[in-house]
């Protein structure tokens, strides 16, 4: 995410004169990395798309009640966790399948945005196996690099079982490439 000055734009969304222009770059700040968070999570270009979109008509809605016992970056993480979260819930009972069972097979290479080769293919495809939660983690220690504990703060669980989480997913992606050699 591009370093913004979080205090002041908390500032400016005290002030309705100057409240949009804070709006306008808070998304501008933090739009590319929410996609990503999002997109790892649903594995599609216009849900993500969606979703986001969802994730910022809510920050907006509710940055009134933003207390700043967190950082804003996280409050929009966690907003577009729990968005992300939502419409995985919704798609699974529209379609009518137990959570445990449900599984988005996600085709990579008939999506537009997704310039990857063969085995960045087939690692999506796998990490696209996991349950939501599983990827979410995965995703965020694999291809972000963010430590369990700024993860933790994001999703709220415990270090330890982000770790025990990011293990099995490993250990799940792993079998699902040894699979297709």
Known sequence: MRKIDEQDILQRFQRPETKRAAFEEMVGAYSRQLYWQIHHLLQNHDDTDDVLQNTFIKAWRGIDGFKGDAALSTWLYRIAYNESITWLKQRRQMASIDDEDFVEQANFAADDYFDGDETEELLMQAVSTLPA????????????????????????????????????AVEKITNFLQLKE
């Open 133 to 168: 939660k599983q990827r979410q983690v995965f995703c965020m220690k694999y291809f972000e690099d963010k430590k369990y504990e700024e993860i933790s703060s994001l999703v709220g669980t415990s270090v330890g079982a982000l770790k025990a989480s990011y293990h099995i």
